[in-house]
């Protein structure tokens, strides 16, 4: 069965801090995303990977880095947590059709709460 | 404004009733899908709808896809307590690569 886990279903931290939220497949999937959720924007696009090593900026990379060492992971990294980086972040990921995309596969999100 | 635009944003309705869910957007698609979110989870993928399709069924949803309106709709018929979530739709650009562009979603709340 597909799967796809966060490490962390709640977290909270201080402003400031050094954040690492990690994401794992075990479908052997290339493309992996990090979308932030909030009321009344739905799911935004942070950063997403095409292949190991490989990142491309989504639709809000700032204040976000990510680091793909490996195929199954996908780390976003909050570099100095704000507070208006209080959301959910949702990790998915995809096979490569050589195209369009089709379905993504999530992970069940990380709740993170920056006071 | 949002590429996805889904339409209620929130509905309530009888258990055993049927429920419609609008996605409009704006630019030229390849394909667009639904997904369900129940609260405070992961999204689920339903169902996908290529441009080039008119209607899908799967099971008790039915999904049309009007490209020159640039609008989709999303019906669940007979709906169960089970179905209260709330359901996104996303769109694959042409231009976008591999990336999908969600909507901000529709609550659905069914009532016993």
């Known amino acids: 069965d597909v799967k796809v886990t966060q490490s962390s279903r709640y977290l909270v931290k201080r402003t400031g801090e050094k954040v690492f939220l990690e994401c794992v497949q075990d479908m052997d999937h290339e493309n992996m995303f990090w979308y932030r959720q909030d009321p009344g924007l739905g799911l935004r696009l942070i950063y997403f990977s095409y292949d190991v090593k490989m990142k491309e900026k989504g639709d809000i990379p700032e204040g976000y880095s990510v680091s793909r060492e490996k195929k199954e992971r996908f780390s976003l990294i909050l570099e100095s947590a704000s507070t208006n980086q209080t959301s959910m972040y949702l990790c998915a990921s995809s096979l490569p059709t050589g195209g369009f995309p089709y379905e993504q596969y999530f992970g069940p999100g990380t709740r993170l709460t920056v006071t | 404004s949002q590429q996805g635009e889904e339409d209620p944003q929130a509905l309530s309705i009888q258990e055993g009733e049927n429920a419609t869910m609008n996605c409009s957007y704006k630019?030229?698609?390849?394909?667009l899908q639904w997904y369900r979110q129940n609260s405070g989870r992961g999204l689920v993928h339903l169902i996908l709808i290529r441009s080039n399709e008119r209607e899908k069924h799967s099971g008790r949803l039915r999904v049309t896809l009007d490209t020159s309106k640039k609008s989709s709709s999303l019906l669940i018929t007979a709906s169960r307590a089970a179905d209260t979530a709330s359901y996104f739709c996303?769109?694959?650009?042409?231009?976008?690569?591999?990336?999908?562009?969600f909507g901000q979603g529709t609550r659905l709340t069914i009532n016993p």
């Open positions: 630019t030229s698609i390849n394909n």
């Open positions: 996303a769109t694959a650009l042409i231009q976008g690569a591999q990336k999908l562009v």
